[in-house]
């Protein structure tokens, strides 16, 4: 997963297509949670490029684009928001998996 650090980072990547967007803290024991099983949901997934955004550094962002609790998974194509699953229904790997594969459809 490749680390967003500025906002000009962020803006620049999602212009492109398949982008997501993980929302996450470091703080955020769902967060780690998270680490522990998303490898293998990336491989499945790998029509996305994969990002990371902490939260706590870029929270303007995280605020323009609605995501209220981590960690949270956000889908762009072109500079637009096409999903969000929001930290309420991002704990599992079953939940995650889901998530995509109804976007993927």
Same mark, same amino acid.
């Given at each position: 997963m490749i680390s967003i650090e500025t906002e000009e980072q962020f803006y620049e990547v999602i212009q492109g297509e398949n982008v997501l967007v993980k929302f996450q803290a470091g703080w955020c024991p769902d967060c780690v949670r998270m680490d522990h099983f998303i490898d293998p949901i990336m491989e499945k997934y790998n029509m996305y490029t994969w990002y990371d955004v902490n939260r706590d550094v870029l929270p303007e962002? %995280?605020?323009?684009? #609605?995501?209220?609790?981590?960690?949270?998974?956000?889908?762009? *194509? *072109? *500079? #637009?928001?096409?999903? /969000?699953? /929001?930290? %309420?229904? %991002?704990k599992t790997p079953e939940q995650v998996t889901q998530f995509l594969d109804d976007v993927t459809k």
């Open positions: 962002i %995280a605020q323009k684009y #609605e995501v209220m609790g981590i960690p949270s998974l956000l889908i762009f *194509n *072109n *500079n #637009e928001k096409t999903a /969000h699953l /929001h930290s %309420a229904k %991002a």
